[in-house]
């Protein structure tokens, strides 16, 4: 019997469904007998992340507000990745949004109406998040700098800079010495579901960006140019399709969407600017799983966001329930990260088993 | 003036020191072609693996040589993962990172606060007589061991990767690997093997972190150093000479913001520092590389399978 792969060009739905599942399942069994080895009981671990997310209506109404940044800062990757530009620092992004956000409700020279307060902050954030991408997209295009370095050393300098102006400059006169800014204006808050923290303007907002997106990537021609270049720059090179265009293009779309999201968490849910952490537990980063656990497709990503979305709520419960630290989340995105990078050889090959001796 | 250069000098070179072997690692699994994006998270493994071995067994080396084992398991993960498997590296790395960072997380939180005892320390050697040189002195021979260490392997390592037969079996990997396999070289052992070096490399950078250069365990500590490290090998045209260069230059950089921050300058300003400076750096080399068109193996990232051409 001789077992070999061949490749193939395009792997049917359900296999591809299957090897999302399959290398989901795998990493959460790995994780588990990890949990084992350090003395913890997994099956506890596992019923705990389950209920605190899923398990209730607060849970669920939780793991929809954190699906809400992933979704938006997700669809963006897709799109960035699907040209093979690494974004890697939507975390950045999201909170120099964030910033825009916060300096439109509390600094902005001009009296702003109210009607007008929330559109601008979050066109302020969306252009925020799309600068902060832009230099990494206009330094590929010109200079050939890697975008996966760029893009990640502004994630540490966004982190620092709000950092600076939380504990700095705009370090609100009325919180006890937190570091957080002022209360945002009441007509600077985002409205949410009575009840919950959910934020629906934000998640209606997400929902038909995915939408868009997905008509873009699939429907357009600049979604045609942006899949040929992910799939194979020289082809597209040769079809004259500009890199400068499509990089431009695809960091203005995900940066601007991150920024967007930190626009969703400090006028959504925190009403003030707060230091980095308290305004994102790595939301950047983890939409990098959710893009790549919806295989790029923005679509799925509704769908992959909801379920991070509730990875985190359920990482949250069992970190309380334990005492872990904050990072474990991390050790649950890198494995099944992991586990999907390692499973995709059976969507580019087949596995052919042949009886009988070699040929 | 020469006092202040002297004491800027001493102190970058310990502090380039963790950058300098990971740097040199990851050269030698780049120059193999493949790029591993889990620097950060192997060296952070490295650091909080040798600091708890370092304080339960109270010898610094069992730390050091316990890290180097932490990191080049995890490495495997990705060489599995890029080489066996053929995934895509850039992910792969990534995770790794995460993975790192998380589990070291984990694996941490009991010694959070925990200083290293004096037995467990590796402290500065004193070469007899040249310690005691003026300006030289100090600037030279008074270092612990693994800085002499790390100084010892960018010569070592460049020799093997350009003198031997060894080195030329893993350029050629990185460079075509089609060919190289069609003249005999084993591609993946190759490439298993550089990959293993890197994660061996970064693991004791990590753990020279936590045993010698803040001898404790900080959640987060390398704080994005193995992402210097990836930008330094860069910057370094992928040679070990060129990367001692790099370490002691960031190395520097955070000595700098030690002595302006009494200046009154926001340290969370002076934070971002050697962040801008990696974006600069990295700009200058990608000019150079594509001046001198010497540059990344054509190879790296690619993975490779005998079937396909």
């Known amino acids: ?51 605190g997310s899923f398990g209730s209506l607060y849970g669920l109404s939780e793991s929809l507000v954190k699906a809400i940044p992933l979704l938006l800062c997700g669809v963006g990757l897709a799109i960035a990745f699907k040209a093979q530009f690494w974004n890697i620092g939507a975390e950045g992004q999201l909170l120099m949004g964030a910033l825009a956000a916060t300096w439109v409700a509390l600094f902005c020279p001009i009296e702003l109406p109210s009607w007008a307060m929330l559109p601008v902050m979050f066109i302020a954030g969306f252009l925020a998040g799309a600068i902060w991408a832009l230099i ?28 600076y102006l939380v504990y700095g400059p705009w370090k609100g006169a009325r919180e006890w010495g937190f570091p957080y800014s002022d209360r945002f204006p009441d007509s600077a808050i985002i409205p949410v579901i009575s009840g919950t923290r959910i934020h629906y303007p934000t998640l209606i907002l997400g929902l038909v960006v995915a939408v868009l997106a997905y008509f873009l990537l699939m429907r357009t021609k600049w979604g045609y140019e942006i899949r040929v270049t992910g799939d194979n720059p020289r082809a597209a090179e040769y079809a004259g399709i500009p890199y400068l265009r499509i990089a431009l293009l695809v ?22 600017l707060r230091y980095p952490q308290g305004i ?53 995105n890198g494995a099944i990260l992991l586990f999907l990078v390692g499973g995709e050889i059976l969507l580019r090959y087949r596995i052919v088993i042949r009886k009988g001796s070699q040929t | 003036m020469l006092e202040f250069l002297v004491e800027a000098l001493r102190a970058a070179i310990p502090a380039g020191t963790p950058l300098l072997f990971g740097t040199l690692g990851e050269i030698y699994a780049e120059r193999s072609g493949i790029l591993n994006l889990g620097v950060e998270g192997m060296m952070i493994m490295g650091a909080v693996t040798g ?34 498997l053929r995934g895509n590296q850039v992910v792969s790395g990534l995770a790794l990172t995460m993975f790192g960072v998380g589990l070291s997380g984990l694996l941490g939180r009991r010694f959070i606060g925990t200083p290293l005892p004096a037995q467990a320390k590796l402290v500065g050697i004193r070469i007899p007589v040249l310690s005691d040189l003026p300006i030289l002195g100090p600037l030279f021979f008074q270092f612990d061991p693994l800085v002499y260490i790390s100084i010892l392997l960018v010569p070592i390592m460049w020799f093997i990767l350009y003198k031997t037969k060894l080195g030329i079996s893993i350029r050629s990997v990185g460079e075509d690997p089609a060919t190289a396999d069609a003249m005999g070289v084993n591609v993946f ?10 994660g061996v490399l970064a693991g004791v950078g990590g753990a020279y972190l936590s045993i010698v250069y803040t001898p404790s365990w900080i959640e987060g500590m390398t704080a994005g150093a193995g992402w210097i490290v990836i930008a330094l090998t860069i910057f370094a045209l992928w040679s070990p000479l060129r990367a001692i260069l790099g370490a002691y230059l960031f190395g520097g950089v955070k000595v700098l913001q030690y002595r302006l921050q009494p200046l009154g300058i926001s340290p969370n ?24 068109r010497i540059g990344a193996p054509s190879a790296l990232g690619l993975p490779y399978s005998r079937e396909e051409k």
Request: with cysteine; glycine share 10%; proline share 4%.
């Open chain 2, 189 to 198: 052992g190759i490439r298993y093997l550089c990959t293993f070096i890197g």
């Open chain 2, 51 to 84: 600091f708890s071995v370092a304080l339960t067994t109270g010898n610094p080396w069992l730390g050091v040589l316990a890290a180097a084992i932490v990191g080049g398991l995890l490495s495997l993960i990705h060489a599995f993962v890029s080489i066996t």
């Open chain 1, 251 to 272: 960091m203005l779309i995900s940066g601007g969407l991150a920024g967007v999201a930190g626009v969703g968490e400090v006028a959504g849910i925190h009403g003030r």
């Open chain 1, 1 to 51: 019997m001789q077992i070999r792969l061949e490749r193939r060009l395009l792997a049917p739905g359900w296999v591809r469904i299957l090897t999302s599942a399959i290398s989901l399942l795998l990493a959460l069994l790995s994780i588990a007998v990890a949990f084992y080895i350090f003395g913890l009981d997994p099956l506890f671990a596992y019923k705990k992340i389950f209920i």
């Open chain 2, 269 to 292: 300003l002076l934070n971002t520092l050697p962040f801008i400076l990696t974006i600069l750096v990295l700009m200058a080399a990608t000019r150079e590389v594509m001046r001198r």
């Open chain 1, 136 to 163: 990494p997209a206009l330094l590929r295009a010109k200079l050939r700098v890697n975008e996966v370095i760029t893009t990640l050393m502004l994630v540490y300098v966004a982190t620092e800079i709000v950092n």
């Open chain 1, 280 to 332: 994102s537990p790595g939301y950047g980063f983890t939409a990098i799983i959710v893009a790549w656990l919806a295989q790029l497709n923005p679509l799925v990503v509704i769908l992959t966001s909801f379920l991070f979305g509730g990875l985190l709520v359920g990482g949250d419960a069992l970190q309380v329930s334990m005492n872990l630290p904050v990072p474990t989340i991390q050790m649950f």
